[in-house]
């Protein structure tokens, strides 16, 4: 089968049972050992059924790829079980992978839907021992967090040292003082 004719099985894919045909298509023609094929299987399922696609994802043949990992911690940030997110974060570094600035701004998000203040200073210092410290999302989401945490002096100083700021990033900055305002004068 040409590989153009699998793009279009592909895009043409929503359902589970199309999701099962791709997969034993791709075992067919060995393209399972392919990391863009695979990557993208595993994007195209978490859309569809989260299930099926962290069966492809946990027996993969191969080393995925960040993308493919990204993609399997913003499904789970996105379900019922958003702390599976973290978990695949502890498993990504455990396989010696490094999260990138994709990975950061949605575990940021859960951890501060969750109100983990530890977990988000550990995210943060990782994101910084990564060389994200410069990245605008990353530095949104982090202050974000410590905003909604009510940890006003760390939104910031995240915010003093970001060396390029956006609306959201002044928005959120004013918002952080509004809510910390509002709370001090009418607790």
């Not at 099962?20 to 399972?32: D, E, G, M, R, Y």
């Not at 859309?47 to 995925?64: C, E, G, M, V, Y």
């Not at 605008?136 to 202050?143: A, E, I, M, Q, T």
């Amino acid at each position: 089968m040409i590989l153009h004719q699998i793009e279009a099985l592909f895009r043409r894919s929503n359902t589970t049972i199309h999701l099962l045909q791709l997969h034993s298509l791709i075992i067919k023609t060995a393209l399972h050992h392919n990391k863009y094929r695979l990557s993208q299987l595993i994007s195209l399922s978490s859309s569809i059924s989260l299930q099926f696609s962290r069966t492809f994802f946990d027996n993969a043949p191969i080393i995925l790829p960040i993308f493919a990992w990204n993609t399997m911690i913003r499904a789970y940030s996105k379900s019922s079980t958003e702390l599976e997110s973290l978990n695949l974060l502890n498993q990504l570094r455990k396989i010696g992978l490094e999260p990138d600035k994709f990975t950061f701004p949605v575990v940021l998000k859960v951890c501060g839907h969750f109100l983990m203040i530890g977990t988000g200073g550990s995210l943060h210092s990782m994101a910084f021992k990564s060389g994200f410290s410069s990245d605008l999302h990353v530095n949104n989401s982090l202050f974000r967090i410590y905003a909604g945490f009510g940890a006003i002096s760390f939104a910031r100083l995240v915010f003093d040292e970001m060396l390029e700021r956006d609306v959201v990033s002044w928005s959120s900055m004013i918002a952080a003082y509004v809510l910390w305002y509002t709370y001090l004068f009418f607790q």
